[in-house]
Nanobody, 121 residues
Framework: QVQLVESGGGLVQPGGSLRLSCVAS????????MGWFRQVPGEQREMVAV???????NYADSVKGRFTITRDNAKNSLYLQMNNLKPDDTAVYYC???????????????WGQGTQVTVSS
């Protein structure tokens, strides 16, 4: 099994910055793409940013130019640098990964437990 644990959420004023981290652990054979998603109560979970294992990234239009996704493959870690935060960025942010666990022959999708980001003055 693979576990994802996020950290770095919190309360920040509009215009401020936060850096989210996600560490994958467990019996990992390989991880392909990883990503950040977010969800507001009563709404669907939406993609924020995704990145392949060779570093190619894609972003939601709403965060382009403000958020940067990176990963450290050696540490099985994923990061999201969020700058110029807006109240509309308030949500629970989830780490997601497609990974092959040791002893398995195909990839499965894994989610972290989520970390709250609140942007408010």
């Amino acid at each position: 099994q693979v576990q994802l644990v996020e950290s770095g959420g919190g309360l920040v004023q509009p215009g401020g910055s936060l850096r989210l981290s996600c560490v994958a652990s467990g019996s990992i054979f390989s991880i392909s793409w990883m990503g950040w998603f977010r969800q507001v109560p009563g709404e669907q979970r939406e993609m924020v940013a995704v990145i392949t294992n060779d570093g190619s990234a894609n972003y939601a239009d709403s965060v382009k130019g403000r958020f940067t996704i990176t990963r450290d493959n050696a540490k099985n870690s994923l990061y999201l640098q969020m700058n110029n935060l807006k109240p509309d960025d308030t949500a629970v942010y989830y780490c997601n990964a497609w990974a092959i666990a040791s002893g398995r022959s195909s990839a499965s999708n894994y989610w972290g437990q989520g970390t709250q980001v609140t942007v408010s003055s």
